[in-house]
């Protein structure tokens, strides 16, 4: 059922994904909108909610663990010299109003604030489109406007001293199951072999279904990928990975993550023709 703070988004007709605006959550989840259930046009459910692992970990989202010190991912953070740490220092996203919408996607206005400030603006924009009787994919788009009168930036655990830790920006909590999801790219598998790296696309492919996500700029497609399979069933494409990412006062960040989401477990050639079709839909 569609409510004004949770619309369904539908493809063919069929509900394919809840969008949640207005979370009751504690702060040091950071508060935000976030996507769940996502599920295959099957029925079969492809994300988790505040999973015991990663409470803070909320379906399909945008979240960035370190914004001019802030964070707005939720759980602890990653302090230099110090390591993982419980701070004060929580954010939260705050929807502010649907600019558009449509049984098939949205067009949304954010409000980031911390400590009472509101430091960025976002303009969030999801569609959800058919591809085949079997796969669909989610257009995700994000805007961040820094809307104070100084620089600010974001960073990650990677770019405050923890080694393999580049995330923060748009993160998909995936679907945990017995067994450990495959991991591939166009020519390489496996969690160690693709985590890290910068790939036209990656996939995430469960014991029914299969995850396919696709930088749709060329912005995009030059953040690194952050993946885990073993530990837990996620992906994410970091905006700061090797260094932190500037935005000077009115200045605006951009990235599209297109998600295609199918029944089965797909092949690579299959992967790479449904990204083709998903991101010139």
Known sequence: MTTPDSPVLRVAGRPV????????????LSPRPYLHPVTTLAGTAVTELSPADHTHHLGVGVAVPD???????????????????????????????????????????LRWVATGAELLRERRTVAATELTDAAWALDLTFSLTNVTSAPLSIGSPATNGRPGAAYGGFFWRARKESTTP????????????????????????????????????EQTRWDQWFVRATEYPGVGSCLAAEERLP??????????????????????LEAASLVRKAVSA
């Open 247 to 268: 935005i000077l006062p009115g200045e605006t960040a951009v990235r599209r993550i297109v998600t295609v989401v199918a029944d089965g477990r797909i092949s690579r």
């Open 67 to 109: 914004v001019e010190g802030h964070n707005f991912w939720g759980g602890r953070t990653y302090v230099r010299d110090r390591g993982p740490t419980e701070l004060d220092n929580h954010g939260a996203q705050r929807h502010t109003a649907f600019q558009l919408r449509d049984p098939d996607g949205f067009v949304e206005e």
């Open 17 to 28: 994904a809840r969008y949640v605006t207005r979370p009751e959550l504690a702060p040091r």
């Open 182 to 217: 495959d991991v591939f790219t166009i020519d390489r598998e496996g969690e160690q072999e693709v985590h890290g790296t910068r790939a036209a696309w990656v996939a995430l492919a469960g014991s029914t279904w299969t995850l396919i996500f696709a930088g749709a700029t």
